[in-house]
């Protein structure tokens, strides 16, 4: 709860919000969601904090998959972070995407992991992809933004089974 009002300082912030498509959310929803998370089976969120000071968000939910009857549910996750403009550049969303990676594939247990950023978004690019996933898709004006109208997104992923093949040199 402590975190909750230095995350909404930023949350609202133009610059912020340049490649949201929520572009607004009021102080009292942003309280009640984020403080729903802790209760959750299936939302999961983790704060940034350099020398003391929040800078970054993250969030993890854990959802079912498209497919036919019978396929496992809850095997697969979503991420997505917001980090202070402040410290972009920083490091701090490849280590909060990196972390809910972690949390997904080595925690959970989950499967597969997607994410998805504006296509013009080319900090998120990098985010995502220095973390090891992959653009899967790219959709030609396949989102609304109240500010920008029709926008290019891009879509990515990340196998379990290849989170762990990245990885294999770190335990080693």
Excluded: K
């Excluded at 802790?38 to 993250?58: I, K, W, Y």
């Excluded at 920083?90 to 989950?110: E, K, N, Q, S």
């Amino acid at each position: 709860p402590a975190d909750v009002d230095p995350l909404f300082s930023f949350r609202n912030d133009p610059d912020v919000n340049r490649f949201m498509l929520r572009t607004h959310v009021d102080a009292e929803t942003f309280r009640r969601e984020l403080l729903a998370a802790p209760d959750s089976d299936v939302d999961f969120l983790c704060v940034a904090e350099r020398e003391g000071d929040v800078v970054g968000l993250g969030y993890l939910e854990v959802v079912d998959g498209m497919g036919q009857p019978g396929m496992p549910l809850r095997t697969e996750g979503r991420i997505g972070y917001l980090v202070h403009p402040d410290h972009w550049g920083t490091g701090v969303g490849r280590g909060v995407a990196d972390g809910l990676l972690r949390a997904a594939f080595d925690v959970l247990g989950l499967r597969r992991v997607t994410a998805g950023c504006n296509a013009d978004n080319l900090a998120s690019v990098r985010i995502l992809e220095g973390v090891g996933m992959r653009r899967e898709q790219h959709g030609i004006a396949d989102s609304w933004h109240a500010e920008l109208g029709w926008v290019d997104g891009y879509e990515y992923g990340l196998l379990a089974t290849e989170w762990r093949e990245q990885h294999a040199a770190d335990e080693s």
